[in-house]
């Protein structure tokens, strides 16, 4: 039989390639492709006659699945209600955000919510696992720990012990004797992951694999893993900031785009039940170039600060500087504050952030986007009271944003008395909040600050 041809798949982008190169066509990474050891073939290929498999019918009765709900209001969140039985999680995040204090954390409260825990660590020695599990407080958590590398061995022990859930920490630790390539290869880590999936889904054990993630923001080399698991959550945050956040990316047992709030403090991660009330805390007076944000992170509302600084710049090509927002968007914005609105930033350097360490995709920020730019340019402050929420259209006009409802209660439950929102935002009661609804950007900025 031939051998099979080798492939070469890229690190960085997953993309599979017919010959080795420099720099990924796909993606555009450089000394990105490795090489990967084809698997063999059958026996007899395809030709072999298979067997006939079962079929049914979509109106047979599902009971939803039993999730164990481990009491970590965040983590359980995340997961849309709890861990389901037989899933496969991967947690993705950088190098030192705290992923295995996380999951620590999280295997300690299954643990206590009576499922069998494993915990496999592959970075650290079990006395280094041990040391923190004591500085945590979780010694009496009846998690079996486990440090080894090894995944025939370790799915040997999986298929004795049979836990309710396994932690692996992490994906990229494992290797497999039957793989050619390194530890930690695109080849290695697919084969493994592949391998704890299928023992997930044929033992019923939850299992959850930590992946490093690269420079480039994804999760280091297997992007292939994503598709595998039924679950993708990112942990992220700034460092230098406490908080983070675990965000789903990927669910197939509850919404994606949920996410959990945690702080890192010296015990570990503390949960954090209101996180609007965090991200507003250092808000005192109000000041030229911060604009409150009514947000919706998941199902849930939540308020941030958006934060503008506009001074005149000495380059010859002003700097637009964005952390935790999308640098086009606020590129954009900028363009139809100035063709629709008369207002040039040329000449300006503007620096945009959401405080805290958060991160906004909504196109619902645009507004608020927009107020702190402005209130920055302007050196007004607005007014302390008043959130933004609406979406800007290159027209300049105002789009309605959904669950307006819901960004107006936690305004509302936050101290906040005045909202500025699109017309038409499908307004009930108002939530006790006095809402002035705008159709164009032009409005806005009469309004605030009078015709510009
Ligand atoms: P860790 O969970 O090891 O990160 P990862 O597994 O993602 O690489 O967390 C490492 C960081 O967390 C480290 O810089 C110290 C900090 N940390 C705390 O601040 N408090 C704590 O209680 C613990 C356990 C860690
Ligand atoms: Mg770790």
């Known amino acids: 039989m031939a051998r099979a041809a080798p492939a070469f798949t890229c690190t960085a982008c997953g993309a599979v390639h017919r010959k080795w190169a420099g720099r990924c066509d796909a993606c ?6 490795v090489e990967e050891t084809p698997l063999a073939a059958g026996p007899k290929g395809v030709t072999a006659r298979g067997r006939t498999v079962a079929l049914s019918t979509l109106a047979e009765a599902e009971a939803p699945p039993p999730r164990t709900v481990s009491g970590m209001a965040e983590f359980d969140r995340v997961l849309g209600g709890g861990l389901v039985p037989a ?20 295997a300690a409260a299954v643990a206590r919510a009576g499922l069998s825990c494993l915990y496999v660590s592959g970075e650290e020695a079990a006395a280094q696992v041990r040391m923190r599990a004591q500085r945590l407080g979780l010694a009496d958590a009846p998690v079996r720990l486990a440090a080894e590398t090894s995944l025939r061995d370790i799915l040997t022990t999986l298929d004795a012990e049979r836990p309710g859930l396994a932690v692996i920490d992490s994906i990229q630790t494992m290797w497999l004797d039957s793989v050619e390539s390194a530890p930690g290869s695109v080849a290695q880590v697919r084969a493994a992951a592949h391998d704890l999936v299928s023992f997930a889904k044929r033992r019923g054990t939850a299992v959850i694999l930590v992946g490093h993630v690269t420079k480039e923001g994804q999760i280091a080399g297997p992007r292939v893993v994503e598709h595998m698991v ?10 230098g900031h406490a908080f983070r956040i675990l965000r789903a990316v990927k669910n197939r047992f509850g919404p994606a785009d949920e996410i959990g709030v945690f702080e890192m403090t010296g015990a570990g991660l503390a949960e954090v039940a209101n996180p609007s009330a965090l991200f507003l805390s250092d808000r005192d007076r109000p000041s030229p170039g911060a604009a409150v944000f009514a947000g919706i992170e998941g199902t849930r509302p939540m308020l941030t600060e958006i934060q503008a600084l506009v001074a005149p710049s000495s380059l010859g090509t002003p700097r637009r500087a964005v952390v935790g927002l999308d640098a086009a968007r606020l590129s954009t914005i900028l363009a139809v504050l100035e063709a629709r609105c008369g207002i040039p930033f040329s000449g300006l350097d503007v620096f945009l952030n959401v405080a805290g ?3 906004v995709a909504e196109p619902a920020a645009d507004l608020a986007v927009a107020a702190a730019l402005l209130s920055a340019r302007e050196d007004i402050a607005l007014p302390a009271d008043t959130v933004v929420f609406g979406e800007i259209s290159l027209s300049g006009a105002l789009r309605p944003v959904g669950q307006t409802e819901n960004r107006l209660k936690e305004a509302r439950k936050l101290g906040f008395t005045r909202a500025i929102a699109p017309a038409r935002s499908k307004l009930g009661a108002g939530e006790g909040m006095r809402v002035r609804e705008l159709s ?4 806005f900025v009469g309004e605030m600050f009078g015709a510009g």
């Open 440 to 443: 164009d950007l032009t409005a």
């Open 230 to 239: 039924d679950t993708v959550l990112y942990f992220e945050g700034e460092r």
């Open 87 to 106: 899933s496969a999680i991967l947690v993705g995040g950088d190098p030192g955000i705290g992923k295995s204090t996380l999951l620590l954390q999280a």
């Open 357 to 359: 360490g958060m991160r």
């Open 28 to 33: 555009g990474a450089w000394n990105s492709i």
